[in-house]
Nanobody, 116 residues
Framework: QVQLVESGGGLVQPGGSLRLSCAASVSIFSIDTMTWYRQAPGKERELVASITRGGSTNYADSVKGRFTISRDNAKNTAYLQMNSLKAEDTAVYYC??????????WGQGTQVIVSS
């Protein structure tokens, strides 16, 4: 069983920055891929960014150049650095981990509100 705890959400003005954290209860080396998803009110959950054990990253087109996903192996934590935030980035952000190729775990989510 893997527990994921997200933190770092909050209210920020357009153009501002936030860094989300996802702390895993197991060694991050046991996790194949860590992914950030988000879900805005009335919309489907969508992939934002992912990072593999080997460090390969993938981003949604809507966040390329503004968001950066990374992982700190020593802290068993993945991060999502979000810059140049827009109102349309407002959503609940969820951390996801895939272990052993098929076990999927989710965090509880953290709210991000981009508003002036």
């Amino acid at each position: 069983q893997v527990q994921l705890v997200e933190s770092g959400g909050g209210l920020v003005q357009p153009g501002g920055s936030l860094r989300l954290s996802c702390a895993a209860s197991v060694s991050i080396f046991s996790i194949d891929t860590m992914t950030w998803y988000r879900q805005a009110p009335g919309k489907e959950r969508e992939l934002v960014a992912s990072i593999t054990r080997g460090g390969s990253t993938n981003y949604a087109d809507s966040v390329k150049g503004r968001f950066t996903i990374s992982r700190d192996n020593a802290k068993n934590t993945a991060y999502l650095q979000m810059n140049s935030l827009k109102a349309e980035d407002t959503a609940v952000y969820y951390c996801n981990a895939v272990v052993s190729g098929w076990s999927v775990y989710w965090g509880q989510g953290t709210q991000v509100i981009v508003s002036s």
